[in-house]
């Protein structure tokens, strides 16, 4: 199957910076990428969706100015947590697909985000 | 709006045990459904992806079920293993967007 990777995997840093991540689909291109977050012992729940060259789509309850997204290629979008505070420490997980190709999302590995 | 649940929650079974693990969905109206595995602190894998028009899909000792009347599915592993614990997660897929909808999620223990 598909590779997607994920940088960081693991981040800890001070409240009040901010933190980028990093979802990269290594062997395929992908129109859209989906960005999850996932609390301890809970479900994944979307935060937004990206398309390639365009603003990102984000689910009700998600702040966009908080959580910026940027998909500027076909292999690589961005999830910036701006000002980021303990509240937001979570493990973050972006998907890679690709319409009309495969039904299939294929998932990056995770970062793990702890805000001190 | 799309409601996705998991029963049960946590499960423990002793090596060498059928078993099945369920998924209900609360709008029948799906595009697709996905059951994923995930180990602690990783990713996911996908497992099995069935779309509406179909009743079923078999990989290895894997098979899942679907039933969107009754908006329902179920995922059965047959002659469980150690490495078979792990959380699986259901996903509902509502249109052709890509977007997914998850459960909760069954954490599984296979006792050697």
């Known amino acids: 199957g598909a590779v997607v990777s994920q940088h960081p995997s693991r981040v800890i840093c001070k409240s009040g910076t901010s933190v980028k991540i990093e979802c990269r689909s290594l062997?395929?291109?992908?129109?859209?990428m989906f960005w999850y977050r996932q609390f301890p012992k809970q479900s994944l729940m979307l935060m937004a969706t990206?398309?390639?060259?365009?603003?990102?789509?984000?689910e009700q309850g998600v702040e966009k100015d908080k959580f910026l997204i940027n998909h500027a290629s076909l292999t690589l979008s961005t999830l910036t947590v701006t000002s980021a505070h303990p509240e937001d420490s979570s493990f973050y997980i972006c998907?890679?697909?690709?319409?009309?190709?495969?039904?299939?999302?294929?998932f990056g590995p995770g970062t793990r985000l702890t805000v001190l | 709006k799309q409601e996705v649940t998991q029963i049960p929650a946590a499960l423990s079974v002793p090596e060498g045990e059928n078993l099945v693990l369920n998924c209900s969905f609360t709008?029948?109206?799906?595009?697709?459904l996905q059951w994923f595995r995930q180990d602690p602190g990783k990713g996911l894998t996908s497992l099995l992806l069935?779309?509406?028009?179909?009743r079923e899909q078999t990989s290895g000792r894997l098979n899942a079920s679907l039933d969107k009347s009754s908006g329902r599915s179920t995922l059965y592993i047959a002659a469980s293993q150690p490495g078979d614990s792990a959380t699986y997660l259901c996903?509902?897929?509502?249109?052709?967007?890509?977007?997914?909808?998850f459960g909760q999620g069954t954490t599984l223990q296979v006792k050697p």
């Open positions: 069935i779309q509406s028009s179909q």
């Open positions: 996903a509902v897929g509502s249109s052709n967007t890509g977007k997914l909808i």
């Open positions: 062997d395929f291109q992908a129109t859209t």
């Open positions: 990206s398309n390639e060259g365009s603003k990102a789509t984000y």
């Open positions: 709008d029948s109206a799906i595009y697709n």
């Open positions: 998907s890679a697909w690709t319409s009309g190709v495969t039904d299939t999302q294929y």
